[in-house]
């Protein structure tokens, strides 16, 4: 028992300074808050399963990607929500 009271968290993530998607540094980690227009699930070309998400906020639109995403379904991303979203931000 006395194991777990010294077993200390590796580092922290503060998410609740919200950005907004045109303010969001590359290689960055990010929470914005912004609505769905699509999300869609598909297959890599080696066949992993990926979803991507299609957010908008006052600045713009941003595009949200999850690799090997096997458990990801469009039922939890409705058209029209707004929802808070973290992640590293990347731009191609």
């Known amino acids: 028992m006395g194991d777990l ?15 907004a998607d045109r303010e969001a ?3 960055e980690r990010a929470t914005i808050r912004a ?3 699509t999300a869609e699930k ?3 070309g080696r066949g992993r399963g990926m979803g991507k ?7 713009g639109q941003l595009t949200c990607t999850w690799f ?3 458990y990801f ?3 939890n991303f409705p058209v029209g929500r707004e929802m808070i979203l973290s992640g590293r931000v990347d731009f191609y």
């Open 42 to 44: 598909f297959r890599s």
């Open 25 to 27: 540094a590359r290689r």
């Open 68 to 70: 090997n995403a096997r």
């Open 35 to 37: 609505k769905v227009l």
């Open 5 to 19: 009271l010294q077993f200390y968290p590796r580092d922290y993530e503060d998410r609740s300074q919200i950005t």
């Open 53 to 59: 998400v299609l957010v908008e906020d006052a600045t």
């Open 73 to 75: 379904s469009e039922e």
